[in-house]
């Protein structure tokens, strides 16, 4: 008899290995290969081959047809909501991903308990707390009299069993993935193996009840859902919940949706009752700023369909190292040596003396290019001394020959800015294909250089121009 063979997976990425390796040669992580057995593997070698059945026919169908609105449940939270593009999908596998102690069990205890206020059958099963634990947190948030259903449990088939009972649940919230374990796998619990089968089994479930489900993962600090990155792919939407230390805000962030559009967030504020929405969130981003600084630059951004200003800060001191430092929090540090290289480069400003510091003010973190031009301003603004106007917002992309770059939704960030009372803007003088042309408001009256130069000019112009009205 053959003797069973053993496989080596990568925790991280879930690649098979035949021999035990210090470091994954797929991911490239050290110290993620583990021991799991193979039975009970997805088509292990010649056995499964022979009992493989003959396949069945499927209709095949065209692309045109009937088609029907997603099904929702809707948990009016309206952060919640906008960030699962309207609402939890029947049928359908959300992962909710985030740090140790973020908030997301806060997050679906709340949601579980508006939803049941609606009169839907919510079943909250939690491998982490104890029940006692789930309770006392309920009572915080004063949800504690709401028709929630409530286990600590962790075996997929007992789980699977419980809510097979009475009324089909209009959505399950597992908490956590990692702390899922079936029968049918047997390696450790928290394995890929483990985690990917009891996955595989809750999906099953819900598509084939028309239940919702929610799989709660925790995150390591590179980003990456620990272990069950494999889910990211088995399930329907993946949102990320993130935060940074010592600031109460919460973003809820869309990754992937198969039913809605990605890219939209959710902002939420973590107060001692529990989590609140924050519907406006440039206000809350904007909270506390020294207006008259140098250095600080105001943002007009977009996220998702949702325009956010935020402060942008640079300092931008003398250094005394023979390689100057650059860092950055919030933004990215290639697209910060690029501005500086294209202002070095065009404009005439030199910075190969000084340490360069930019952050995002609030924590928020920014991915957009378009936040280029406010970055460079900052800069500028920094080096050299002159405080910008404090009524004015930036945007726009900058590209490496100094030339500014048009972004899309002008319109719409002007409108968020002229809302929080910004009086002035600069943005670049060419509108983006297909956007709709900027009328009325702080764009008829705002500076559009086509050049970065232009800009630097403008500012370093500014001290000139109050040094001539002290004379
Ligand atoms: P939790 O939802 O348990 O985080 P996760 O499930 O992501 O690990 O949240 C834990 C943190 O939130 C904890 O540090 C306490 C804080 N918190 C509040 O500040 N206010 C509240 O009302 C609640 C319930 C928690
Ligand atoms: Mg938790």
């Known amino acids: 008899m053959a003797k069973p063979r053993v496989q080596f997976i990568c925790q991280n990425c879930g690649s098979v290995h035949q021999r035990w390796a210090g470091k994954c040669d797929a991911c490239g992580e050290w110290n993620t290969l583990v021991e799991e057995g193979t039975s009970g593997g997805i088509g292990s070698g010649p056995a499964s081959a022979r009992n493989a059945r003959k396949g069945r026919a499927v209709v095949l169908t065209t692309l045109s047809g009937e088609i029907e609105d997603a099904p929702r449940i809707v948990s009016g939270i309206g952060e919640l909501d906008r960030a699962t593009g309207g609402g939890f999908v029947r049928g359908s596998a959300l992962l909710v991903g985030g740090d140790p102690g973020i908030g997301k069990s806060t997050l679906l205890t709340q949601a579980a308990a508006a939803l049941a206020s609606r009169g839907h059958r919510i079943v909250y099963v939690s491998g982490e707390e104890a029940v006692a634990q789930i309770r006392l947190r309920a009572q ?166 949702r325009p956010v200003l935020v402060e942008i800060q640079a300092l931008v001191a003398p250094s005394s190292l023979g390689t100057p430092r650059r860092a950055v929090v919030g933004w990215d540090g290639a697209r910060l040596s690029m501005v500086l290289a294209v202002l070095e480069a065009h404009c005439g400003v030199r910075f190969s003396q000084h340490d360069v510091y930019l952050n995002v003010a609030g924590g928020y973190r920014i991915s957009e290019p378009a936040a280029d031009l406010a970055v460079a301003s900052a800069l500028v603004s920094s080096l050299t001394g002159i405080a910008l106007p404090a009524d004015c917002v930036y945007f726009g992309e900058i590209s490496l020959s100094g030339a500014i770059r048009p972004v899309a939704h002008a319109q719409q960030r002007l409108k968020e800015a002229e809302k929080l009372g910004f009086g002035s803007a600069v943005l670049p003088l060419a509108s983006s294909k297909g956007s709709e042309e900027i009328t009325g408001g702080i764009g008829a009256g705002a500076f559009r250089p086509t050049e970065l130069a232009d800009l630097v000019a403008r500012i370093a112009g500014t001290r000139r121009s109050r040094a001539q009205e002290d004379e």
Do not use: C
């Open 140 to 305: 915080r948030l004063g949800v504690a009299d709401t028709s929630v259903e409530l286990a600590a449990e962790t075996n997929v088939e007992d789980i699977l069993a419980t809510i097979a009972d009475g009324k089909r649940p209009d959505l399950v919230i597992l908490d956590s993935i990692q702390t899922l374990w079936t029968d049918l796998a047997d390696s450790a619990p928290g394995t890929v193996t483990q985690v990917r089968a009891a996955a595989q089994a809750m999906i099953r479930y819900a598509k084939s009840t028309g239940a919702a489900i929610v799989l709660v993962g925790h995150v390591t600090k590179e980003g990456q859902i620990a272990g069950p990155r494999v889910v990211e792919h088995m399930v329907d939407g993946v949102l990320y919940f993130e935060g940074e230390g010592g600031h109460h805000y919460r973003i809820l962030r869309t990754v992937k949706n198969r039913f809605g559009p990605t890219d939209e967030i959710g902002v939420f504020e973590m107060s001692d009752k529990g989590l609140r929405e924050v519907a406006n969130p440039s206000e809350l981003f904007l909270g506390e700023r020294h207006a008259k600084s140098p250095g600080a630059a105001v943002f007009a951004g977009m996220e998702g369909t």
